[in-house]
T-cell receptor, first 112, second 116 residues
C-alpha cells in the first residue's frame, strides 16, 4: 500500500514558467516531508524539506507547500530552468529514526 | 568525503545466480539504508541499519534477499537465487540522525541490476 503517492509520472513545462509537482500521503503520523531530485545515472539528492508545523518553506526558486488537512504537498519551481529537468521524489517521515517513505517520482522536463 | 560508494555500478547475471551488492557509507554516519527503484513503485525501502544493527527489514521482498552490515563502513545486499523480476536499480543511502535538515539521506549512485 503506497503511503506516499505522486500521481503524475511526468510533467512538461516551458523554460521560465512555473513547475508544480504534487504529492499526496495517507499516514497522518507523518511529521516531516522532503523532496529529492534525481538525474539519470545518479542517486537522488536532497532538495528541500518542510516540517508539519509549517505550511510553507522557501529556498530560492524552490517552495514547498503543505496542506495537512488535505494530506497534500506540492513543490513549486519558479522560474523553471532546463537544468531542473530530472525525476523528483516526494518523501515523508513519521519520526521513525530516519526512515523515509518515498513516492513513485515525477519526471519533470523543462523545454527551452 | 567521497560520498556513499556503491559497487558494482552495473551487474548483468543469469536467473538463479547469486548477486552481491556492496555499499560504503559516508564516514561517521550511523544509519544505512538499502532501496530499490522500479518504475511502478518508485523508491522502496528494503532494509535499514542503525549502528550496524538491522532495525527494519519489512521491505525485504522475500527470503531470497539478505543484508548485512559487519562494520560501520561496509554493507552488502545479497540476492540468492536471483530472478528476472529483481531487475532494478538498487541504492544505498546513509545519514546522521538527527541531522540538519532533519533526516536527510545521502544516496550512492546506485547499482543497475539486470537478471536475464
Amino acid at each position: 500500500d503506497q503511503q506516499v503517492k505522486q500521481n503524475s509520472p511526468s510533467l512538461s513545462v516551458q523554460e521560465g514558467r512555473i513547475s508544480i509537482l504534487n504529492c499526496d500521503y495517507t499516514n497522518s503520523m507523518f511529521d516531516y516531508f522532503l523532496w529529492y531530485k534525481k538525474y539519470p545515472a545518479e542517486g537522488p539528492t536532497f532538495l528541500i524539506s518542510i516540517s508539519s508545523i509549517k505550511d510553507k518553506n522557501e529556498d530560492g526558486r524552490f517552495t514547498v507547500f503543505l496542506n495537512k488537512s488535505a494530506k497534500h504537498l506540492s513543490l513549486h519551481i519558479v522560474p523553471s530552468q532546463p537544468g531542473d529537468s530530472a525525476v523528483y521524489f516526494c518523501a515523508a517521515s513519521a519520526n521513525q529514526g530516519g526512515k523515509l517513505i518515498f513516492g513513485q517520482g515525477t519526471e519533470l522536463s523543462v523545454k527551452p | 568525503d567521497a560520498g556513499v560508494i556503491q559497487s558494482p555500478r552495473h551487474e548483468v547475471t543469469e536467473m538463479g545466480q547469486e548477486v552481491t551488492l556492496r555499499c560504503k557509507p559516508i564516514s561517521g554516519h550511523d544509519y544505512l539504508f538499502w532501496y530499490r527503484q522500479t518504475m511502478m513503485r518508485g523508491l522502496e525501502l528494503l532494509i535499514y541499519f542503525n549502528n550496524n544493527v538491522p532495525i527494519d527489514d519489512s521491505g525485504m521482498p522475500e527470503d531470497r534477499f539478505s543484508a548485512k552490515m559487519p562494520n560501520a563502513s561496509f554493507s552488502t545486499l545479497k540476492i540468492q537465487p536471483s530472478e528476472p523480476r529483481d531487475s532494478a536499480v538498487y541504492f544505498c543511502a546513509s545519514s546522521l540522525y538527527p541531522d540538519s535538515p532533519k533526516e536527510t539521506q545521502y544516496f550512492g549512485p546506485g547499482t543497475r541490476l539486470l537478471v536475464l
